[in-house]
């Protein structure tokens, strides 16, 4: 073969290993960009909801990740977790909840967090001219309706039994009571006049307009409200459970929590 034969040969050959690599490279560019967000399904206290808005939107701009929420009174979660319901991470609003689903080996306990905290307060609708100005001072007899989350399902409705049987409230207001699914149905029960008082967790109350707060609870008659998190053992997003996890434990998002009426 003549040398320039060789030469040319040697060319063509180059060309299409280049060709070729180029082709490699963009195709698994593209595989990159175009693989399917990963679904991570998390269920959070009724409380979370607004807040958790706003975390998906930063969470999902730096993650291949899609959230996706569910959110009710933490008893109802649970009971869904222990249904065998896909959850791969579930947010309490008290510790509670979250300790029966560990002892029945439902929840990972090495990946357990405190996420956040909160408060509890006694609301009215903007219009109300009640004053109380402290949860000692509520009288059943000026009350036709007062909305507290169920005690059985619902935490902010068992810090508010234990806040009111320390006072010798609870009996009293008996055929008062207004049982709500979730801190949110009481939210809206007085924002609506269903309800002259109500008991929420204070994030609740600074999402509504409609709404004053007249008290917050004397924290030495409750348990301390935290909102423990955790990845559960049927999860098939384990990793990217975690990173969650870590996700909420950030000063960014304590900052944004912060800003929700959250607290640690």
Known sequence: MKKWHLVLLLLVLSIFLVSCNDDESTNSDNTEQDEEPIELFVSAAASLTDVMDELKEVYEADNNVKLTF????????????QQGAPVDVFISANENWMDTLMKEELIMEDTKVEVTGNKL???????????????????????????VGNPESVPAGEYTEAVLKSLDKWEDIQTKIVYAKDVRQVLTYVETGNADIGFVYESDAL??????????????????????????????????????????LSDQTEEILSSYGFTK
């Open 70 to 81: 569910n959110f009710a009174g933490s008893g109802k979660l649970a009971q869904q977790v």
């Open 207 to 248: 999402s509504s307009d409609q709404v004053n707060v007249l008290a917050e609870a004397d924290t030495s008659l409750h348990e301390e409200i935290i909102y423990p998190g955790a990845v559960t053992t049927d999860s098939e997003q384990i990793e990217e459970g975690k990173k969650f996890l870590e996700f909420m």
């Open 121 to 147: 307060v006694l609301i009215v609708d903007e219009d109300s001219d009640i004053e109380y100005t402290s949860f000692d001072q509520i009288d059943s007899e000026q009350l036709a309706n007062i909305a």
